[in-house]
């Protein structure tokens, strides 16, 4: 039996987003093979399990420039990272999510490692992001679940990720209804530039009453969480378990600090 991700307000479901040591075939001079990411990932999972977090995803951000399309030898990588990390640690609920825009590719993954959730960064409408314009993908990403027979993977779908800029932008509401009712997505996150923007963004969709999670992808830490902690049903969190932060190649694939993820978990289990 997987296991079960539920969302609540005000005790909000903490997932950890686990980024990848660069891979070979990216060309990055800080890559590694496939056994050295997996114990990195297998150690990363580890903390999270011993602090209780109990959701994470892995996820191929050192993988860059990001390819507008997922390369079989990125599928192949996370289906194997992914399955370590379900054999060691079955208790923990597991996720996808890929650099590369897709809606298919995830789905596949997440159902060969037996895992509960995919992110998909552009779902509806169009962005433009660093490898180009990118179109929502709703309509694939349904119809390619039910083909798996997975329909229990949800799907968390972005509006608005901070990575890029959305053409014809609409009412965040509006964008986060397309989403849940005609994208039929299982959850949204919400991210803005800052901790004000992401505020207004979760209250202003949490006004229209959709109905399903809000999650928070990104900028919490020990002194904002009690505040985000009232808005939304679930937050995404890395760089608050960093020792390097910040937007650089270093801090996103740094491995987590067991005391800075303690410290995080201590304000969530006193809210």
Known sequence: MKPNLSFQKGKPTIIAALHLPPSPASGHPAAVGIKESTDFALANAA????????????????????????QPDTIARLSVIGAAVRREFPDLALGVCLMAHAAKEPLAIADAI????VRIKVYVGAMVRAEGLLEGCAHQAISYRHQLQADDIKIFADVYDRTGQPLGRMPIEDEARQALVMGRADGVILTGLNVNESQEMLKAVDKAQLGQPLILGGGANVNNLAQFAELCNGIIVSSAFKTTTGWTREAMT????????????????HL
């Open 47 to 70: 903390k999270a399990v011993k602090v209780d977090i109990p959701a994470l995803y892995i996820q191929d951000l050192g993988d860059f420039p990001i390819n507008p399309h997922v």
């Open 114 to 117: 037996q895992a509960q959730f």
């Open 254 to 269: 740094a491995e987590w600090d067991l005391d800075r993820m303690r410290a995080f978990m201590d304000v969530w289990n």
